[in-house]
């Protein structure tokens, strides 16, 4: 998929709406460019987090993925 993004950006908030983590345009795929679970780098406890994709394809194509996840220690 890399080669086919033009633009990336990934986001998580915690139940509260508060944005947790921002990513712009990064290598999907790669860990090292994922949230490592921090917020103000403070370890955060287990929780369910929303994340928003929103992706921007080269053939001009945008694509919105959203959906929740539990995060777990």
């Known amino acids: 998929y890399g080669g086919q993004i033009k633009e990336l950006l990934f986001r998580i908030y915690d139940r509260w709406g ?3 983590f921002r990513k712009n345009n990064f290598e ?3 860990p090292s460019e994922g949230w490592d679970g921090k917020f103000k780098s403070e370890v ?3 929780a ?4 928003v994709l929103e992706v921007e394809w080269k053939n001009g194509q ?3 993925l959203t ?3 539990t995060l777990m220690r």
């Open 18 to 20: 508060e944005l947790v």
């Open 28 to 30: 999907p795929n790669v």
């Open 44 to 46: 955060l406890n287990p």
């Open 48 to 51: 369910v987090f929303l994340y």
């Open 62 to 64: 945008t694509q919105l």
């Open 67 to 69: 959906g929740d996840f």
